[in-house]
């Protein structure tokens, strides 16, 4: 039997604009590591935190990756416990997912650990515990596609429905990192909490049509549903120059560009041939503002997070 394992998750775009809390894909430049070790003691430990993360709890119950292990074991009623340690990639408050990766890469690691391990969507709802310390809230819009891998709708939250949809050949995910913090809980504080007729209209027809364009390889309808009307036009006054950085992308080529997560990093899709013009306008954009970046084009592969090391 293991005893010890390190698995990777990718960083992920979450809500692709036009789906709130229930679309998100993978982002393969980077990710989080935890290495997971079985310990005879029935607790979790965190025995280290390096990278890139800054200060960040140890105590498990405050720690994603720590949270979303004590659920699983407390849940499973495991005789053993686990001590970790987590090596972030993913550049904290920055929309890519850095909550859900760490609480992802720790149960994916976990679960290699037990003795008959358990199917995805267990692991979703351990995972899911983990993201309530940093967001407040239970939401998979990360976690799922960190999870499974690719575009990813996920559907319901007590009792969750996951479905990868297919993206076109050829294309890719820019992304362009902000030199600054957004927390999410900041950033999902200042959403509205109605929502006009029109605008739920609006948004359902450009989720679907960009659904609808993914699965029929429709660039152009992709292109025209790409268009958030509810979230970004509330968010997007918190990133400075975020309409400049929108106007660059498209202009370069870009099917569509919106916020990423709770922001601030801003993401755009292209086919690979504009992908370098649409990154270099991002970059210069917020560079007119004052703001540095970190910038990558990946592409949205099918792979979620795996075990790297046992």
Not at 191 to 208: C, E, I, M, P, T
Not at 243 to 262: F, Q
Request: net charge negative; aromatic share 6%; with cysteine.
């Amino acid at each position: 039997m293991l005893i010890d394992v390190t698995a990777f998750a990718p960083a992920t775009v979450a809500n692709v604009g036009i789906g709130f809390d229930i679309l998100g894909h993978t982002v393969e430049a980077i990710g989080d590591r935890v290495r997971l070790r079985r310990i005879e003691e029935p607790t979790v430990r965190i025995a280290s935190i390096g990278g890139i993360a800054g200060a960040l709890p140890v105590e498990p119950e405050r720690n994603t990756a720590g949270r979303a292990v004590q659920a699983m074991r407390d849940d499973l009623g495991l005789a053993y416990g686990f001590e970790m340690e987590i090596e972030k990639g993913i550049p904290l408050a920055s929309g890519l997912g850095g909550s859900a990766g760490s609480a992802v890469a720790a149960v994916v690691a976990a679960n290699a650990l037990l003795s008959e391990p358990l199917p995805p969507l267990r692991l979703l709802k351990y995972a899911m515990q983990g993201e309530i310390v940093a967001s407040g809230s239970a939401h998979a819009d990360n976690i799922a596609p960190c999870l499974f891998g690719g575009l990813v709708l996920t559907v319901g939250i007590d009792h969750p429905r996951v479905k990868r949809i297919p993206v076109p050949a050829g294309l890719r995910c820019i992304i362009v990192h902000p030199h600054m913090r957004l927390d999410t809980r900041d950033a999902r504080a200042i959403l509205k909490a109605d929502v006009s007729r029109s605008d739920f209209v609006w948004q359902s027809a450009n989720l679907a049509g960009f659904i609808s364009g993914c699965y029929s390889d429709d660039l152009e309808m992709i292109r025209d549903s790409f268009n958030d009307v509810i979230i970004e036009p509330q968010r997007s006054s918190l990133i400075p120059g975020f309409a400049a950085v929108k106007r660059g992308a498209m202009s370069a080529g870009a099917l569509g560009c919106s916020i990423s997560g709770a922001g601030p990093t801003v993401f755009a899709w292209s086919e690979i041939q504009y992908a370098e013009a649409v990154r270099g306008a991002m970059v210069a954009a917020f560079a007119d503002h004052g703001l540095a970046t970190d910038h990558w084009i990946s592409t949205i592969e099918n792979y979620g997070a795996r075990v790297v090391r046992a």
